[in-house]
């Protein structure tokens, strides 16, 4: 039994709307998370907890405008998310609500005791406060002097306040991030929160007078007052542990990791660790930081754009289907565009076709050959070998929130056991040959390993294809060690297959009516939820990529696979290098800067992909016939792209 543990949270959502894609996601993701270590350490060492945020102004008008009391409005529509939750098969440890006495107790606890430590002082506070909104606003967030939502100027006002001292904490913060590089990830938002500490960090207002705020948590020390948003809502991290005495919060609190998107990064990078610090409790492990799903180019929850319900698309295409667009299709720490289309694309593509041919296929021979029943063959370990490697390649992918990463990894070894497959087609063997046995008994096995590592993923169908595997008990906790033992543990086992039935039927894309139109939207998807920004929020930025083109436009660029014969310096050239290079039938010449990264005796026998009908161009006098493809990160990382497996040269790239 391992030592380690894990503990995952997601922010707790404000009950100001219902659930949306966008919080799918975050909790999807620290639903799988949680499912894969506990698949790794075991499932008393890991922790899973999600929750709502119930208190504040929002919450107060939102339940006005339906005629409720705030907690009679918190209770209906936390209650939805929990609903909403469990309808999609997202199981957490605990569900946390900012309303429940233990919270509160907690974060009064909390206060005080920044309070006795001289942190927390009382002063006067001078603001742009619209009344309509009840809030206060930056400079920064208003627009052209008004409050973005009313198109009113704001008053001015002078407030007397508590301050939390979080100035006094900037260079132990600065020197912590420096210090441990990965306590914010992906390095984007940590070189987002480094650069926004250049500047001197101002004191954070923590209460609203009662007088005009009276749904939140008194302060302790002075019951005027409430205590305002963030050092209520992010206080539930601790208080859901049992702070201060609980033992999960000793078992689990050196283990914290938060999981949010880019909206809530100065909460999460700043002040909550500076909170933790005046508190004398040491600042979380880490903070992974994940994108915005967008939707019509819009980030979908404060928009004014449109919203997408997750319940709709987990009941029209399945829970494990919708489950698995999300993981695949968004790069961890970027934005993704949401289109019903990619999800029907994907779900047809890789999980009708590829895994739920590929499993119905192999139990369909296992059932007629040999009645279901196949034992230990020996013969072909390369692919199981393979499958073992898989689950290292994974456990490094989820360690860095790559989960689209790790699912491409499962799917290269899905695609090698069909190009196995296809091989040696052992439908048109004869039952009786040991080597048909050993090919399928080999593709049984790898499958077991694949329907393993889906668990996290997709739990639903991993069950079902484990069962059909014969996997006697596959609900019981399953660890990787034992899930996925070494080929030769398996020497002894009989497995015994069931019938194949189908993981994923395919939708006809004729047939398939969208949920989500563009324009207008169905009314089932539009709400909106077009909330300005909260203090500390950001309202995010606009796409990262160049315009959008048409196929037909990307279809234009004729790019070919080329073999690299011959490479040279071109003398005078710092960056240049002049290939000769073979398409097919055709050699040319090609000009590349690109030999600081990649010199010129490191090119020949190199298959590079080759932007083939470009107007030819001249370089330090030699004429390039085309341009090689590589990819640069942002730290200026340059490598070259090259087909996955051996092609022909002059092959097209589509
Ligand atoms: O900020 N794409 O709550 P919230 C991806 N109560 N994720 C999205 C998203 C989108 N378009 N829109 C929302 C709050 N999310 C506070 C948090 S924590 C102590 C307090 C997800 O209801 C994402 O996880 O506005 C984001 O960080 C969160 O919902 C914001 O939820």
Redesign the pocket.
């Known amino acids: 039994m391992s030592n380690e543990t894990f503990y995952l949270t997601?922010?707790?959502?404000?009950v100001n709307a219902t659930p949306h894609l966008?919080?799918a996601?975050?909790t999807i993701l620290a639903d799988t998370m949680a499912r894969f270590q506990k698949l790794r350490l075991g499932p008393e060492q890991v922790y899973f907890l999600t929750g709502t945020?119930e208190h504040g102004d929002k919450i107060v008008q939102a339940a006005a405008q339906g005629g409720e009391s705030p907690q009679a409005y918190a209770d209906r529509i936390s209650g939805i998310f929990q609903e909403t939750w469990k309808r999609l098969g997202l199981a957490p440890n605990q569900f946390i609500r900012t309303t429940s006495e233990p919270h509160k107790r907690a974060v009064q606890r909390f206060l005080q005791q920044i309070y006795d430590a001289g942190d927390i002082y009382f002063g006067e506070y001078g603001g742009h406060y619209c009344f309509g909104c009840e809030r206060f606003y930056t400079e920064k967030e208003l627009q052209d002097g008004q409050c973005p939502d009313h198109q009113t100027v704001p008053a001015f006002i002078k407030e007397q306040n508590y301050f939390f001292r979080m100035g006094k904490y900037q260079e132990w913060l600065i020197d912590h991030i420096h210090r441990h590089p990965d306590f914010i990830r992906p390095e984007r938002f940590r070189n987002e929160v480094l650069s926004f500490l250049k500047e001197p960090l101002e004191d954070l207002c923590i209460s609203r007078p009662s007088a005009r705020l009276t749904w939140g948590i008194p302060l302790p020390f002075d019951d005027r007052y409430v205590t305002y948003v963030w050092f209520d809502?992010?206080i539930?991290y601790i208080s859901a542990l049992g702070w201060p005495d609980g033992d999960a919060f000793r078992l689990f609190w050196p283990a914290a990791q938060h999981l949010?998107?880019k909206?809530?990064l100065k909460p999460h990078a700043i002040y909550w660790p500076t909170m933790l610090k005046a508190a004398g409790l040491p600042p979380y492990r880490h903070l992974n930081v994940?994108g915005?799903?967008?939707v019509e180019e819009a980030?979908?929850?404060k928009s004014r754009g449109s919203v997408v319900r997750p319940l709709d698309l987990a009941d029209k295409y399945g829970v494990d289907a919708f489950r698995y667009f999300v993981l695949r299709e968004m790069t961890f720490g970027l934005d993704a565009g949401f289109s019903e289309d990619a999800l029907v694309a994907r779900l047809n593509a890789d999980l009708a076709n590829d895994l739920g041919n590929l499993y119905s296929r192999v139990l369909k021979l296992i059932q007629r050959y040999y009645d279901g029943r196949i034992t230990y063959t020996p013969g072909d370990e390369g692919l199981a070998d393979a499958a073992h490697a898989a689950v290292a390649d994974v456990t490094a992918a989820m360690e860095r929130f790559a989960f689209s990463e790790a699912l491409s990894t499962i799917w290269n070894l899905v695609s090698s056991t069909n190009k196995y497959l296809v091989t040696n087609e052992p439908w048109k063997r004869d039952p009786g040959d040991p080597r048909t046995k050993a090919v399928l008994f080999t593709a049984a096995e790898t499958l077991r390993m694949i329907a393993t590592l889906l668990l996290p993923f997709l739990p639903q169908t991993a069950d079902r294809m484990l069962r059909g595997l014969g996997v006697t008990e596959p609900t019981t906790p399953l660890r990787f060690e034992t899930a996925c033992p070494s080929p030769s543990r398996i020497e002894a086992q009989e497995w015994r297959v069931q019938e194949a039935q189908s993981l994923f039927p395919r939708i006809q894309t004729t047939a398939a009516k969208p949920l989500l139109r563009k324009p207008p939207l169905t009314p089932a998807l539009s709400p909106t939820i077009s909330s300005p920004p909260r203090e500390g929020?950001d309202a995010g930025e606009g796409g990262e990529y160049a315009e959008q083109i048409t196929i037909e436009e990307f279809r234009r660029v004729d790019l070919r696979v080329a073999e690299v014969i011959e490479a040279a310096a071109i003398p005078g050239s710092k960056k240049l290098v002049k290939l000769r290079v073979r398409l097919k039938d055709e050699e040319r010449t090609v000009v590349a800067g690109l030999k600081v990264h990649y010199p010129p005796e490191s090119w020949p026998g190199k298959r590079i992909i080759l932007a083939a009908n470009l107007k030819p161009a001249s370089l330090m006098g030699i004429t390039s016939q085309g341009m090689v493809l590589a990819a640069e990160d942002e730290a200026g990382r340059i490598v070259l792209l090259t087909p996955e497996a051996p092609i022909d040269s002059g092959s097209k790239v589509r």
């Open positions: 997601t922010p707790i959502y404000y966008g919080h996601y975050t945020d809502a992010l539930n949010i998107a909206d809530i994940h915005y799903w967008k980030k979908m929850s929020e």
